[in-house]
């Protein structure tokens, strides 16, 4: 069982910043490939950022060059720099860990963040 607490979201100007982190609990992170999702309103949720156990990334295509995905393992901490945020950026932002064993897949998420982008 892995428990995510996600923390860092909240009010911004567009253009602004945020840095959002994960704390988990309950297991190792360096096992877990990692990742950030986002849930607009009436929309679905999808990926944002995801970040692999050995370090490699992913973007989705509207936040490249503008969001960073980083993992600190002894800290148990996966962290979501936003840089210029726009209006279009707001969603609640969900911590994912996922794990391939064999037997299965495991994931959990965590509760969420609101980040709000609006002047």
């Known amino acids: 069982q892995v428990q995510l607490v996600e923390s860092g979201g909240g009010l911004v100007q567009p253009g602004g910043s945020l840095r959002l982190s994960c704390a988990a609990s309950?297991?190792?992170?360096?096992?877990?490939?990692m990742g950030w999702y986002r849930q607009g309103p009436g929309k679905q949720r999808v990926l944002v950022a995801h970040?692999?156990?050995?370090?490699?990334?992913n973007y989705a295509d509207s936040v490249k060059g503008r969001f960073t995905i980083s993992r600190d393992d002894a800290k148990n901490t996966v962290y979501l720099q936003m840089n210029s945020l726009k209006p279009e950026d707001t969603a609640v932002y969900y911590c994912?860990?996922?794990?391939?064993?064999?037997?299965?897949?495991?994931?959990?998420w965590g509760q969420g963040t609101q980040v709000t982008v609006s002047s």
């Open positions: 970040i692999s156990n050995g370090g490699t990334t």
């Open positions: 994912n860990a996922r794990r391939t064993v064999v037997g299965g897949t495991y994931e959990y």
């Open positions: 309950g297991s190792i992170l360096s096992l877990w490939a």
